[in-house]
């Protein structure tokens, strides 16, 4: 990974901030040019410091009022490739994570209701073969979630 200096970081916190903040704002703002602003930009998205821009969506706005997290656990090793497969295909998982402990993996999983919670764990995670069991967590409300991160 390249070292990035102090512009870098002041550059990423705006971009965090508001991704839609023209050249010429952030220019304005960290005392640059524009073109130095977007050669800066091309950089940090070549060295895969910027993996890409994205709309924040309000997860309750559109019906999505249910988060909730969920263990999964086997013995198999088998079974990996399979679930991950399944993740990648499936909307509703947010997050999968390789976690240690008792479990094998911990998903973020956002739904409508209890019932599309209910048939995902069903229809969908508890039919992979293998998977032996599973813990969730629903989530009353949340004090803190951002997915900025301060550099």
Not at 63 to 74: E, H, M, P, T, Y
Not at 114 to 133: C, S, V, Y
Request: net charge negative; hydrophobic share 45%; aromatic share 6%.
């Amino acid at each position: 990974m390249s070292i990035l200096d102090e512009t870098d970081r002041n550059l990423l916190a705006l971009l965090q901030k508001n991704d839609r903040l023209s050249l010429a704002e952030i220019g304005q703002e960290l005392k640059l040019a524009p073109s130095t602003v977007n050669d800066r930009i091309k950089r940090l998205i070549r060295n895969e410091i910027i993996s890409g821009f994205h709309a924040a969506v309000n997860p309750e706005k559109v019906g999505l009022d249910l988060l909730a997290f969920v263990f999964v656990g086997w013995n198999d090793p088998g079974v990996e490739a399979v679930f991950l497969k399944k993740v990648a295909e499936t909307g509703s998982v947010l997050e999968c994570h390789h976690v240690t402990g008792a479990w094998n993996y911990l998903m973020k999983v956002r739904l409508k209701n209890t019932r599309e919670l209910e048939r995902f764990l069903a229809q969908e995670l508890k039919a992979i073969d293998g998977l032996m069991r599973t813990e969730t967590l629903i989530v009353l409300s949340s004090a803190k979630e951002v997915s900025t991160l301060e550099v």
